[in-house]
């Protein structure tokens, strides 16, 4: 199933908001400023891709695995529930 169009302007707006982050960590390490800072930023973009994640797993399984769920293919969707929550605890 395709993203809809509320979670994909969401992942979108956030994700340009992500560029323009990783262009100011470009910015800040080609002008030498300090690791604390730079690492500083590189922390706040984990976490912004984290939350990208986050809305595309939302609708993931308030969708697919939800409707999956109800299908003969049951099991086949748990295992990659399992599989994804895995991935994401790392």
Request: hydrophobic share 40%; charged share 30%; net charge neutral.
């Amino acid at each position: 199933m395709a993203v809809d169009e509320q979670v994909q302007k969401s992942a979108l707006r956030r994700l340009s908001i992500i560029e323009g982050q990783l262009k100011g960590v470009r910015r800040m390490i080609e002008e030498g400023d300090g690791c604390v800072e730079i690492l500083t930023q590189i922390s706040a973009i984990h976490e912004a891709l984290r939350g990208v994640g986050k809305v595309v797993v939302r609708h993931h399984i308030e969708t697919c695995v939800t409707e999956g769920l109800q299908t003969a293919k049951k099991q086949q969707h748990q295992d990659e529930l399992m599989d994804l929550i895995y991935k994401l605890s790392k």
